[in-house]
């Protein structure tokens, strides 16, 4: 099983929106709503943003939010803070028992 | 509050063993799936391993299958990695997360630094 396709980075300013993109294939993203998000500063510990494709957990603000078409899923972040420049890493549920990772992408906070 | 704390990390040489633990707390051990997930230097999330609330499904990766095996302690609200014949390539900070079976994972602990260098 081959790692989900990330953006390596993307970059936006203040108060606007971006969206990093996720593609898979039919035997994951495409075949399963079990996509979930995940935001890692520097140093800790990764933390989960998004579930089952769009859900988010308590405490995470609606500024983030997540959504699938065919075997990519995108996490759109709008307004974007300060705070939120991290690396984000998609992960989907593969079948066989196998969760696969997205090799991640740096958002820049310009 | 949930709280895994991750232990057990260090300086091997190849071909060595070593074994992690993670305590959990602050919620019903016995009723999670739990994984361990690593993560290179520089590099990014890989899962590795994962152990059913009960014990009755467990799965590894290709990259650790035949060499770590994963384990539980519901006694003891603990989850273990044992790590044989240790490669350079192992070298990664490991993480101990509580599952919603394998849809996601929604809590990690702080993470443990395995380096297997000679």
């Known amino acids: 099983q081959s790692a989900l396709t990330q953006p390596r980075s993307v970059s936006g300013s203040p108060g606007q929106s971006v969206t990093i993109s996720c593609t898979g294939s039919r035997g994951d993203i495409g075949g399963y709503n079990y996509v979930s998000w995940y935001q890692q500063h520097p140093g800790k510990a990764p933390k989960l943003m998004i579930f089952d494709v769009s859900e988010r957990p308590s405490g995470v603000p609606d500024r983030f939010s997540g959504s699938k078409s065919g075997n990519t899923a995108s996490l759109t972040i709008s307004g974007l803070q300060a705070d939120d420049e991290a690396d984000y890493y998609c992960?989907?549920?593969?079948?066989?028992?196998?969760?696969?990772f997205g090799g991640g992408t740096k958002l820049t906070v310009l | 509050q949930v709280r895994l704390v991750e232990s057990g990390g260090g300086l091997v040489k190849p071909g060595g063993s070593l074994r992690l633990s993670c305590a959990a707390s602050g919620f019903t051990f016995s009723d999670y799936y739990m994984t361990w997930i690593r993560q290179a230097p520089g590099k990014g999330l890989e899962w590795i391993s994962y152990i059913s609330s009960t014990v009755t499904t467990i799965y590894y990766a290709d990259s650790v299958r035949g060499r770590f095996t994963i384990s539980r302690d519901n006694a003891e609200n603990s989850l273990y990695l044992q790590m044989n014949s240790l490669r350079a390539e192992d070298t990664a900070v490991y993480y101990c997360a509580r599952g919603a079976q394998l849809r996601y994972v929604d809590s990690w602990g702080q993470g443990t630094l395995v380096t297997v260098s000679s």
């Open positions: 992960c989907s549920y593969a079948g066989s028992y196998i969760m696969l």
